[in-house]
């Protein structure tokens, strides 16, 4: 119990939330829809499932955290146009089997009502697409593949919509970034460092190389692979070293980017290679396991990585969404590592789920009403402020994922809270409860939010 | 010619692997001779360190196969648990002391009543479980975080034992007699279990594990570079201490497991159970007990080696994979082989690493050569390294 009393104090002290507890919660901030049509005695079921116990257990659990407190949040107050919310899912283990078994049950048992499902992962997205436009179901997913947003072309919508950009579109916008950029990266060339799954994989593509190749950054052709269990990846950062990369790139979470950041250390090449990576590296959790290799400077290993960040965080607490999300985190007594991109979007999830779903019984009529080709149409003329700013939703002209972006740098707080920590002597340094001390993580943007460059199905 | 074939079959087949021997071996000659001397250097390093820990993971399912013929698949999340035990200790500043009693009373309660629930009947056996049980909660919680690796030496300790008999007694004790094949597949369900408690108890973050950290400036031990060598190896090469240690630790087991099994009488005992469990039984060992100290001892080896795994990389349902990457290790060494364990682990480690040096965005060193190396041995040498080589009488 002292523990998660220490972690929520450093949530408290992270999120900036502890003037706003000691007010009333505040109210949901998102300027819904008006509802036309009264629904008590009514249930919506918020249908998902994913990996919850295999290899992306560590993030993915969050995603029920969330889920579980919004819809206690919303049948705490009636329930949504009076109808109660419920969550339906199942643990896939991250297994393609599990996932197709699970989309067979909840289709046979659920039937008409299914209409719109929550994915986690781009697998599983991939597996489904096909299956999902036959059935008419309409899915959710954070950052969909290519092939699982737009089909093997590229060029094909589906029924899939993702609420980060593509993460090649990620790596184009970094490749953007790094080009305007000369005097921080005088002769950029990027190397790959990540890990060997389709996720992994995004932005090795030719197309990726070529673009960035345009934008005067070489991008290596040979991306250096490593596993979630290698203890030891200095052979694979010193591959892309010796290939000339001044700058590693990473499409991994937790331990992977902490993994690298400790071998540039070890190798003394800390200031000489900049690290980067996909949105997921800007995670809490990335922040919180690259503590255990500190810098030359006294900092965490991780401190200075670069990342996108197409959404508010955390730190950003003049944003009502965040306010808000940060509120519920603490009322709910969430621990510290739960503190991440999965409980931040599930929370924004939810709302463009209600959102969609209202609009579309509003213009229906009524809930029996609704069809997954009904939400999907509201979907697509959707653009729509996410918990009135957590990010921007908007899929019209054929658009399945998020186009704006924004590049974040990783620090750690100084002590008067005001902005990142030079060195150790100012670094906001917190008891961890076990006798260590903690440094804070923050992330700071580096650039406003702009439009990401589409390199799908070149 | 077809006859010739057919007559010098044998020879044949031999000179072919010879000549794809030969072949490989001018080939990954032919690529490492365009590395420098530091990365072959610190390619070997950190194949041999990281082997070791594999080594360790591999030591504790040959211990089980040793002792009881079963693979135990279950090894990989013996090892989250011990861990994750661990952790519960290492982190808090305040053990609970309802918590630390429950689990050194039922560790007590499990050894106790190895042999039969009835002997708790006996006066002088209760009062040894109430004072074991004692003595493991006092160690447990007495003085402070200063004395946290205590507190988590213990409670892994106490854990894995727990862990190692109840495994054994509600599980693979039920099936002695029964074809081995039942047992193994009991493993991969107390895997399933072990996964479900796991997530139930500990959750799915990822947690950070501080036992491999400087206590003045609560960071990672810094590596050792080899200075004294740059010149000579035309770069730098490092020694990572956390490795170091796993990897000491990894050898004084391999010396007290080798020393155990040739010198005890329990060490023998076990390796004549492994034989024949029924004729060990008839011939007055004590089966049961046997089993059941292998188990416990598994269990033991698998938490420290969730512990070393942990504290390298972090804690997750992800370690229990290390197991599964170690198996290569297991059946290259000899499925019996204590010396094998740490062979096959040191073996496949470096494999590893070269295949990654050589080829990394094809996943060689992980996906292909450590299988490879092992089909190649495994033609030669069908039981391994060091496995024994088994006569059958039909």
Redesign the interface.
Known sequence: MKKHGILLALLLVIGGALPSLAQDMMDYPADMSECEVDLSGETINIFHFGDLSGPYAFITQPIVSALTDAVAYWNGRGGVCGAELAQVYEDTGGSREAAQSAYDRFTSAYGDELDLLLLYSSDDGELLREQLAEDEIVSFISAGSIASLYGEDGQTPGWLFASNPLYINQFGFFCQFVAASPELFPDPVIGFVTWPNAFGRSGTEPAAREYCGGLGVEVLAEPQFFLPTDTDILTQVQNAIDGGANIIYTNSLASGPALIASALVDLGLEEEITLAGVNWVMDTTVGLLGQRVLKSNGLPAVDGMLGSMPFRWWTEQDNPAVQFVTQQFAANNRSLPEQNIAYLLTWGAVDSILEATIRTVNRTGSLEAVTGAEIKSTMQSMDYAVLGGLMQHRYEDGMRDATMNRIAVLKYANTTMTGPATGPDDALLIDDGAGGKLFLPLVVPLSDFMEVPQLRGQ | MSEFIYRNKQQLTWALYAVATVLLVLFIGDQLAGKKAA?IA??LI?GL??GG?YGLVALGIVVINKASGVFNFAHGWMMVVGGMIFWSF?????ISLAGAGLLSAATMLMIMTTVSYRDLLKQRNLAITAGGALALTALMTVGG??L?WLHALAGTFAGAILTGLAVERFTIRPLIGQPLFTAVLMTLAVAEVL??VT?IAW??????L?V??NPQ????FK?I?LEAFREALDG?A?I?VE?VIAFVLALLAFIGFILFFRYTSVGLAMRATSEDQQLAQSVGLRVRVILAITWAVAAFLASIAGVL?GG???L????S??AL?VFPAVLLGGLESITGALAGGIIIGIVE?FG??LN??E?V??NLAPYAVLMLVLVIRPDGLFGQKRIERI
Do not use: D, K
């Open positions: 990365r610190q390619t950190s360190l990281v820990v290492f982190t808090v500043s305040e975080i200063e946290r996964h479900g997530q959750g799915t973050v990822e947690l950070n501080p491999f950290v400036t609560n960071s990672r590596p570079r730098i490092i990572r490795l795994q390298a990389v972090g997750s349902l992800n370690i994979f290390v990457r690493q990654t040096l990394s965005s996943q060193g992980t």
